[in-house]
């Protein structure tokens, strides 16, 4: 039976919970099952470099059972739930959770417990929905392969040899991989989507401060943003609803509710749902410098939509070109303001200095030396930099505010023209752990995010779905949608118009051939030692 609960996306399973034919107790054990045998030894307890997928940091099994026998009970008396009541959750382990560890996959915060939880998180809770656990990720969210996590990489289900993508590989492994329905992430230039991309699961951006940040460890304030990561588009529209919404405890919270998401992806997957959506596909984000086998799978699905009934233009956003340097500027230069609080005096785990002399400027350098990784190192020197005297206003961050205001504008003219935007989510295919020597030249990653970043900048809603495989490698290619600011009901209907053409199309969702995971994971167990490569 558990094989059969674990592939069950979540609307199937919140209807089965309500028509008995299954309890919230059987179906959180049976993804704990599933997590055992393919996280790694000990999902637990964090430990570097797990034989498994690592995709939890942390296990918290004994809740998530108490959580669903309590609704079954409720349920069994005949109350009344909310829709999601009892099925299971994983989290990000960037959002605060009362009870549970929150480390930022950073040295850090290790071992730190959050008084509080976040407003996600207590609209979990409030929905009923058993949190699993917390999701592995790059440190602080800094990086698009999650190899930069302090307690080791995850790796993706489809090839264990090759990244789930980043910051928020964790979540999207665990979705792909079936150890959880639903979970978390957090997207700041694209790490919700782009993992989404490389896995074949469903990640969406909401639109900025349509879901609240409080509780959100900051990587990069006036472009994180929390959101749904799903095996279908019903699914993400359905989590959507539950943690959307207006938050007096966020100052950059809209008013809007969070309702229509769920109608709208079902009125797209319906017959003729796509009729008269007018698509634009982005120039700029095409052609040179993506994988041929990514180009392939995008422009099949195109062709699927114009035979669908959507008209399709080709729109120029010129300025699109200077985005990823605009982004990484501005993103740099508040990760140096927010990662300021980490100095082993107000915040974070202290280490002294190893000769013994001990001042206040020496703990503080001694405690960012030993628990901060190479890449918040990196990003934070850019951003104090880009923020010194001399060169904040004209030379980088303010310029880079100026281009944000173009992308802004480019958008907003090609918004004028078409209903949603397309384009492929990340240029290539996940490609193999340890490839990519960041230390020589960093922008060989920072490229990953070049198709997403547009959209963070401007603060407008963007999905990324399947669209197959690449016939070059047999790994999923990611499509992205993109839509106006607080129009997010658009990516529902479109997106889930083109997933029922894409299941169609390939006899059955993208998982159907994903490989057996946990015969890698103990093929894996066998050539490694210890558990650790």
């Given amino acids: 039976m558990s094989e059969n609960i674990i592939e069950l996306s979540a609307a199937e399973l919140a209807q089965k919970l309500q028509a008995g034919e299954v309890t919230s107790v059987q179906?959180?054990?049976?993804?704990?099952?599933?997590?055992?045998?393919?996280?790694?030894?000990?999902?637990?307890?964090?430990?570097?470099?797990?034989?498994?997928?690592?995709?939890?940091?942390?296990?918290?099994?004994?809740?998530?059972?108490?959580?669903?026998?309590?609704?079954?009970?409720?349920?069994?008396?005949?109350?009344?739930?909310?829709?999601?009541?009892?099925?299971?959750?994983?989290?990000?382990?960037?959002?605060?959770?009362?009870?549970?560890?929150?480390?930022?996959?950073?040295?850090?915060?290790?071992?730190?417990?959050?008084?509080?939880?976040?407003?996600?998180?207590?609209?979990?809770?409030?929905?009923?929905?058993?949190?699993?656990?917390?999701?592995?990720?790059?440190?602080?969210?800094?990086?698009?392969?999650?190899?930069?996590?302090?307690?080791?990489?995850?790796?993706?289900?489809?090839?264990?040899?090759?990244?789930?993508?980043?910051s928020g590989g964790g979540s999207a492994a665990a979705v792909t991989a079936f150890q959880a329905p639903l979970a978390l992430g957090t997207d700041t230039g694209g790490s919700i989507r782009q993992p989404a991309a490389v896995t074949g699961s469903v990640g969406v951006k909401p639109t900025y401060g349509s879901v609240s940040r409080y509780g959100v460890i900051a990587m990069a304030s006036s472009l994180d943003q929390v959101g749904p990561c799903a095996r279908t588009v019903l699914d993400a529209a359905m989590l959507h609803e539950v943690v959307g919404g207006h938050d007096p405890k966020d100052s950059t919270s809209l008013s809007d509710p969070a309702e229509g998401f769920v109608e709208a992806a079902r009125a797209g997957a319906a017959e003729g749902g796509l009729k008269g959506l007018r698509v634009g596909v982005l120039k700029e984000l095409t052609g040179e410098g993506f994988q041929p086998g990514v180009e392939q799978r995008f422009r099949e699905?195109?062709?699927?939509?114009?035979?669908?009934?959507?008209?399709?233009?080709?729109?120029?956003?010129?300025?699109?070109?200077?985005?990823?340097?605009?982004?990484?500027?501005?993103?740099?230069?508040?990760?140096?303001?927010?990662?300021?609080?980490?100095?082993?005096?107000?915040?974070?785990?202290?280490?002294?200095?190893?000769?013994?002399?001990?001042?206040?400027?020496?703990?503080?350098?001694?405690?960012?030396?030993?628990?901060?990784?190479?890449?918040?190192?990196?990003?934070?020197?850019?951003?104090?930099?880009?923020?010194?005297?001399?060169y904040y206003d004209d030379a980088y961050y303010g310029s880079a505010q100026k281009v944000r205001t173009l992308v802004q504008r480019d958008l907003d003219a090609a918004f004028e023209q078409v209903d949603v935007l397309v384009s492929p989510t990340a240029p290539t295919t996940a490609f193999p752990l340890g490839s990519v020597d960041e230390q020589a030249d960093p922008m060989q990653m920072y490229l990953n995010d070049i198709a997403t970043i547009p959209t963070n900048l401007a603060g407008v809603p963007a999905i990324s779905i399947p669209a197959g495989l690449s016939p070059e490698d047999g790994m999923p290619v990611g499509f992205q949608f993109m839509a106006p600011a607080r129009e997010d009901a658009r990516l529902y209907r479109a997106a889930a118009g083109l997933e029922r053409l894409m299941e169609e199309a390939n006899g059955g969702p993208i998982w159907k051939d994903l490989p057996d995971v946990v015969e890698a994971v103990a093929k894996l167990s066998e050539t490694t030692e210890g558990g650790a490569k």
Avoid: C
């Fill in 301 to 390: 699905a195109v062709e699927a939509l114009e035979k669908a009934g959507a008209s399709v233009v080709e729109i120029e956003t010129p300025n699109f070109k200077y985005a990823l340097g605009a982004y990484y500027l501005i993103m740099s230069s508040e990760v140096s303001s927010n990662l300021a609080k980490y100095d082993g005096v107000r915040f974070g785990q202290r280490a002294l200095p190893k000769d013994g002399h001990v001042t206040i400027e020496r703990v503080m350098s001694a405690t960012r030396a030993e628990n901060f990784g190479a890449e918040v190192k990196r990003r934070t020197i850019l951003g104090t930099y880009a923020l010194s005297a001399g």
């Fill in 27 to 166: 179906a959180v054990q049976a993804h704990l099952d599933r997590i055992a045998a393919t996280d790694g030894a000990a999902a637990q307890e964090r430990s570097h470099g797990k034989a498994g997928l690592n995709a939890f940091l942390h296990l918290n099994a004994e809740e998530a059972l108490e959580v669903a026998a309590d609704v079954d009970r409720d349920r069994a008396e005949g109350k009344q739930l909310p829709p999601l009541a009892g099925v299971p959750i994983a989290v990000k382990d960037l959002i605060v959770t009362k009870g549970q560890p929150t480390t930022a996959a950073s040295r850090m915060l290790e071992g730190w417990m959050s008084p509080y939880d976040g407003t996600v998180t207590e609209k979990l809770r409030a929905a009923r929905m058993p949190i699993l656990g917390k999701t592995n990720l790059d440190e602080f969210a800094m990086g698009s392969t999650t190899e930069h996590s302090a307690f080791g990489p995850t790796r993706n289900p489809w090839d264990l040899s090759r990244i789930p993508g980043g």
